[in-house]
């Protein structure tokens, strides 16, 4: 017995609207966020010159920082490392140059303290040019 006849049997249905508008929200989301970079290049040709060029090359004023927080500077140890005598230091080997380079060799295991000292009293002298000097590991 049929008893089913007039009725028909209903097929799950999937709705991709609900796809449609999550898709659509993650596109926008990622155009969004994304940045996107724009690498310029120029190719130029340099002019070409046969002269021999010696450029300048600013004096140098070396500093040594110790692991225990002694100073020397161009080789010649100072007494007392306050900040005061490091800028009279300072001054003295500068001399009359007009603003030269102050390389400082610091220890590995010298405190930041006696790096920033030497830093603090070439600002007090009006020395702006600071280099670090560092080895290449073998």
Do not use: C, W
């Not at 004023?61 to 225990?68: G, K, Q, R, Y």
């Not at 100072?78 to 300072?90: R, V």
């Not at 006696?114 to 007090?124: F, G, I, L, P």
């Amino acid at each position: 017995m049929n008893f089913r006849k007039g009725r028909r049997e209903d097929y799950p249905e999937i709705n991709l609207i609900p796809f449609i508008d999550i898709l659509l929200v993650i596109v926008i989301f990622l155009a969004v966020t994304t940045t996107y970079a724009r690498f310029a290049e120029l190719k130029i040709n340099l002019p070409t010159s046969n002269a021999e060029q010696t450029p300048a090359q600013p004096r140098q004023i070396e500093i040594a920082v110790s692991e225990d927080g002694r100073y020397a500077i161009d080789d010649r140890a100072l007494a007392e490392g306050s900040i005061e005598s490091l800028a009279g230091a300072l001054q003295q080997a500068a001399g009359d140059q007009k603003d030269p380079v102050v390389v400082i060799n610091a220890d590995a295991r010298a405190s930041h303290q006696s790096v920033v000292n030497v830093m603090e009293a070439a600002r007090r002298v009006g020395l702006a040019r600071i280099t670090f000097a560092t080895q290449t590991s073998p």
